[in-house]
């Protein structure tokens, strides 16, 4: 899962994964709020897991921008050729790209697969991690 949030980061920018999850984050947690406020204490655990799976994303950007990665912005993928291109180059993109979306759906999915990533790379004597 590290690997997909990087592709898709590093494809649509990083500064435009900050903002888009970023504001999806601080949008759905005023409805974690709302239910909070409502005691409708199950609709709030799901929304904030859905606001955690985003920050994930929005995390991830985060430190990418602070290492100073390079990524392609968004204005290349308007381009049918550059498109095709990232298609050639990243063979499988749209696959995994749809697995990113189901993942963001469910409560805490993405989040506890990313962090159950990091424990299993670093309990891995073999493994390289990924940053």
Known sequence: MIAIVREHNLLNGYRFALVEY????????VLVAFYLAAARWLDAVAWLGIVAN???????????ILSGAVDHGTLPMRDRDFRRAVARSHP???RRT???IVTQCVPFLLATS????RFATAASPTASNPG
């Open 98 to 100: 749809t697995l990113l």
């Open 22 to 29: 970023g504001v999806l984050a601080l949008g759905l947690s």
């Open 92 to 94: 499988g993109v749209w």
């Open 114 to 117: 990313v962090v159950a990533e």
């Open 54 to 64: 985003f920050v994930t994303i929005a995390g991830f950007a985060v430190t990418s």
